[in-house]
């Protein structure tokens, strides 16, 4: 498993080895050293200081094809816990996930943004989820935030977010003086990509994308192991790449965003300027339309997955990365994108990256929410300057 340069030292080898022993179960320090690439020394003074704060524990030795017996290592996934907050157009997702990731407690509520207290009802819904931790005594190692938006990774500060119309706010500095526990702010889609760079399928894979496709458009990157987030936490706006020179204006400002053509929320747009579904409808709506044969709005999938395609590979063709993992919702409908979308992404591949994997995801609706928790878990590679 190769990691960035840096990024891997410190409170971050901490990091790397809970969530190997999370994803592989008991290791021995040599097959932990192995795995993460590092010398023995430091494996042996990162698991020891593990040792001393409960989070893993030895087993029994086991013998080796040596002769020399090893003491594997297991991570106790209840000895901490994290809450992960996704915070939405129109809704709060809140989790209670252990050590190992694993999710033990959750909810949904309606939010408004842009409501006069809406970071109000943040916070106390935050503070209902940490009571019913401390009154199941799990302990809180703190609190992941994700939203929608280009998050400050120094200070966890919400630039700017186009869909909550939260623009310099200081949120990990608030929610942190209100819950008085460790806060960690991170993009939604960033979020997703730690937690899939740490625990997910892609674990072992040095260079990789998320692209998140629903209401919005976004895009993660793993390059050389480590997360990217570029200047200020701008990485990955993929939705925000210009596709149509005079388009519909986007929230953003600009004119002819992708997000404004292929997004779920363009395509019910589209698909309601044409009175191809009424007012009240929604995307999915859209999909039974295409499901029952209806060339129109099979013609709007197709689009958007052209489009989707064409932009995606020129991204690809940039970084040249191995894989790329598709979620959001638009994944529950993919059967009507996927056509164009693979055609497009093929005909404009370089020849030599047309190998390059596309893993599709079936959207779990607290995908982000969890992934929120893995940034307060794993704090010093999520968030590593967020103190």
């Known amino acids: 498993m190769r990691w960035g340069a840096g990024s891997i030292s410190g409170d971050g080898t901490r990091t790397a080895v809970l969530a190997l022993l999370a994803r592989r179960g008991p290791l021995s320090r040599a097959e932990i050293a192995e795995s993460l690439e590092l010398s023995p020394a430091t494996v042996t003074s990162s698991t020891r200081r593990l040792l001393a704060e409960g989070l893993i524990a030895e087993q029994e030795p086991r013998v080796t094809q040596s002769g020399r017996p090893s003491i594997p290592l297991r991570l106790i996934p209840w000895s901490a816990h994290a809450i992960g907050v996704q915070v939405a157009l129109e809704h709060i997702s809140l989790v209670l996930a252990r050590l190992d990731g694993a999710v033990v407690d959750g909810s949904t509520w309606p939010f408004n943004p842009a409501a006069p207290k809406a970071l109000d009802r943040l916070i106390g819904l935050i503070q209902a989820q940490m009571g019913q931790a401390a009154r199941q005594r799990r302990p809180l190692l703190g609190v992941g935030v994700a939203v929608p938006g280009a998050v400050d990774p120094d200070s966890g500060t919400l630039r700017m977010s186009v869909r909550l119309g939260w623009n310099g706010m200081p949120l990990a500095t608030k929610l942190r003086t209100a819950l008085r526990v460790p806060v960690f702010v991170d993009n939604d ?61 986007c929230a953003c400002g600009n004119r002819g965003c992708l997000e404004t053509q292929a997004s779920t929320e363009a395509l019910t747009r589209r698909a309601k300027e044409a009175n191809l579904i009424p007012p009240q409808a929604g995307v999915s709506d859209l999909g039974a339309l295409a499901a029952a044969g209806n060339p129109h709005a099979r013609e709007l999938f197709a689009e958007a997955g052209e489009m989707l395609g064409r932009a995606l590979a020129g991204v690809v063709n940039i970084l040249g990365t191995s894989t790329v993992v598709v979620v959001g919702e638009i994944t529950q409908l993919w059967d009507h994108v996927q056509a164009s979308f693979d055609s497009a992404l093929a005909a404009h591949l370089l020849p030599y990256l047309r190998n390059t994997r596309i893993e599709v995801r079936p959207w779990d609706d607290r995908l982000i929410a969890v992934a929120a928790a893995g940034v307060a878990l794993c704090a010093p590679l999520a968030a590593p300057r967020q103190r």
Do not use: K, M, N, W
């Open 189 to 249: 889609i960033s979020a997703v990509t730690v937690a899939e760079r740490l625990y997910g399928p892609s674990a072992d894979c040095a260079d990789f994308l998320v692209v998140a496709i629903g209401q919005g458009i976004g895009l993660g990157l793993v390059l050389d192991g480590a997360p990217y987030r570029g200047a200020a936490g701008a990485a990955g706006e993929f939705g925000h790449l210009p596709i149509l020179p005079d388009g519909t204006e």
